[in-house]
């Protein structure tokens, strides 16, 4: 007896042990090697398994995506799990494997995740299930799992297992093409976070996209029209452009001191952009840029927002090559072609830090915009918006615009809050000058340093270009603060 002869002769007694001693017990409706036995019409270890795997951020979208494929026409697809003590850590191979071999997976629920897809909605996604589907006749078994800290698996994986080769890749190709169609990010504003595994990004934070008019926006004369036109009017003029040649791809930073009213100008421009998908990164989240660069360009057009780039400038953390994060963030900006609808923002506090970068790294940056300190007329402007229903005397707005020189547009927000607190403490109806007097004195006595310097108002004591101006991260409605987005 040869070689082959002894081959045959073993796998044909594995079979034989397999079906009479291991699958004895086996209750035949349960049976999973049976089950993908009859669906495929051929034992499933014979044929071969395509495989695909995906960010873990992108479950609810590979989810959806392969129920769109099956439910389209000419298609069908059962949905099964998998019963046993271990199976979650297991792919389709080793699924196969196992039931074939000894019986020691059945037929089982699916599990589910929830996941969001909106700031107000999930959706239940398959964590691990198996797809018994067919294409104009031709069987396909899919296995879907999801991410699983247990296993230490962070990302998505699908398993495609049919005799034809080139039909596993056509599904995968098919779900490729939902996804992107499909999208649950495109149009939405969303902000990363840390993977529970450790590496990667974690499951994006949905926040509903603010609503703000221009009267709710308080810049020196023209400092908002500059800032519009360079974000929002080249996406509302991108095929003119277009067919001038020109780039759509722009870069747009906003410097100045905390509390001046730079996030509250990314909120306006969100606002003005309503088509746009939206992606925040801030902190240590920047380190994902590559990441938030491929989402925007494939769901362009789409708006990156960087905010505090300063506290990056020197980083050299989860750089490779040893250079500032920062270089990496404007490399990967770069990196996108000019003819993608791409708007960067970048906001700092810290100007003089950021410089140096930048300019080792010309034209990522098309314009800088400083937000300045409100002047007399930015001050009393910003009285009217926080105050309004309010009803203070003309006297006493006109007297807390002198005293409030110096201070920022979240000191003016401030200071009209804690005057209808003041008037609630006395459950008045109406607000007083008294008021208002009260919570300004409060507001700007030795006991209230903190709050200032957190409200962003610059210490006069400090040297300038030092950072003691004001705390770094002092600037209010941040980003990562649920009141941004208020």
Sequence with gaps: MDNTEIAEFGK??????DQVVHREHVDPARSLDLRLRDHLGQPPEEAPIVKASYPAYDHANVHLAVERWFTEPGRSHELIGVASESYRGDSLAEIVEATQRYGRHAVGAVDYAYLPISTDEEL????????LGTDDGVPYVVLLRGPDEEYGRNKVELDVLTADRDAAKRLLAGVDRLIHEHNVFRGKVLSFQSSPFGDGIGPFRFHPRP????TDIVLPD????RVERQVVGVARRRERLRAHGQHLRRGLLLYGPPGTGKTHSVRYLLSQLPEFTVVVLSGTSIQHVADACSLARHLQPALVVLEDCDLIAESRDFVDDGQPLLFQVLNEMDGLGDDVDVAFLLTTNRADVLEPALAQRPGRVDMAVEIPLPDT?????????????LGLPEAALADAVARTAGTTASFAKELMRRTAL???EREAATVTATDLSAALDELLSDQDALTRRLLGVPDPHATPGTGAEALPDGEADEFDD???LE
Excluded: H, N, P
Excluded at 222 to 225: E, Y
Excluded at 377 to 389: F, H, I, P, Q, V
């Design 422 to 424: 003041f008037t609630a």
């Design 222 to 225: 023209g400092l908002l029209a």
């Design 12 to 17: 044909l007694f594995r079979q034989f042990l």
């Design 377 to 389: 007329e930015g001050r009393r402007r910003l009285l009217d918006l926080y105050g309004a229903g």
């Design 124 to 131: 239940a996604c398959v964590a691990f299930g198996i797809y």
């Design 211 to 214: 609503a703000l008019a221009a």
């Design 482 to 484: 649920d009141r941004f």
